[in-house]
């Protein structure tokens, strides 16, 4: 039998070490989500494996329960999960790629909180004998280190399509139209939060499974003693809370609360947040 994806304790769960460090759930969970979107699109403009982006962006989310962001940028570990998540899906990517991939990214994103956001990117290309390439290339190195390191080698990672497909032919959705690609969709969103560290595979897909019903207003069986998430072995509590974290994904956020994330990407910025807003224990 394959071994169980390590899942997060209810410890970590109630005070993640950035929460400890002082920085709010909330913006922790923001912070999550746009280091998990910088690696998809990375993984778009590589042209990488969808296999590879999807274990890289468990991997990130992993790391944050026994790592803080006080001590590590969700940019640094976003290149390194990749990085590394490559090499475990037999995918891997050059170096030099990825790092000219997120300083795309990175450049890009500090232009939107710039004095010229009005006015369309332009990209300025690195040296190669710069310093800015060997310092991005230092960071791709240490990350994908200490990402082996505080998650002790264990880097088993359980993708959930094979499940949702069996699922949906089990329920007999399978052929109803856009059930499989809403629910596909779904759980490639939940990518962008913790839930694959926290739940196990067949609740995932519940919930995904859920929320496609609920949006085709599709009926199927939910009177006990005949709940079809019964038949995989899923909790209604647990199914529920899946749900809660991805739809909160789709909740309309003011601009300065955009800006905020998009200025937090490295632990330096991170760090001078915590010193302007929190104060001293």
Partial sequence: MPALPPLASLAQLENSPSTDDGLPAVLEEDLRAYGCKLIHQAGILLTQKQVAVAAAQILFQRFWYVSSMKHF?????????LFLASKLEECPIRMRDLINVYDVLLQRAAHTIGPKADTPFKYHPMSYFGTAFYDLKESLVVAEMQILKRLGFNVHVVLPYGTLINYLQVLGLIKQ???CTKAWGYLNDAFQTPVYALYQIPTIVCAAILLTIRHLNISLPS??????WELFDACWEDMWNVCGYIMRLYRERPEAEQKRVLGLVSKKDVRRWLEDNVPDK
């Fill in 223 to 228: 009177e006990a003693p005949n709940c079809w």
């Fill in 177 to 179: 139209e856009n059930a």
């Fill in 73 to 81: 940028g969700v940019g640094d570990i976003g290149m390194g999960a």
